[in-house]
């Protein structure tokens, strides 16, 4: 579900797979189970945004210009497995939706 941030400014936060494991550590706590969508955005690009770099996200942030993630989007369902004491994350194994 998007944030209210999120939703007022009108875009979903989307991640590249190399940065989930650093966005799951930073956002989320292994008791909230977190999953990982892996997205088929064939025909999206155009709405694929980047934002700059920010003190509290210090990456550029890919953002999609829509107000919900369509469930036709999504491929796989991926558990997010904390590592560590949640210090680190890793993709479980994906279940094909």
């Given amino acids: 579900m998007p944030s209210a941030e999120e939703r007022q400014a009108g875009w979903v936060q989307v991640n590249c797979p190399e940065d989930v494991s650093l966005v799951a550590r930073r956002d989320c706590r292994p008791e909230q189970q977190p999953l990982a969508l892996e997205l088929d955005l064939a025909g999206q690009e155009g709405r694929l945004c980047w934002l700059d770099p920010t003190p509290a996200r210090p990456w550029q942030q890919p953002v999609l210009k829509v107000a919900r993630v ?8 991926h558990p997010l497995m904390a590592e560590a004491r949640g210090a680190r994350y890793r993709l479980g194994s994906a279940e094909p939706v």
């Fill in 70 to 77: 369509e469930l036709a989007w999504v491929r796989a369902v």
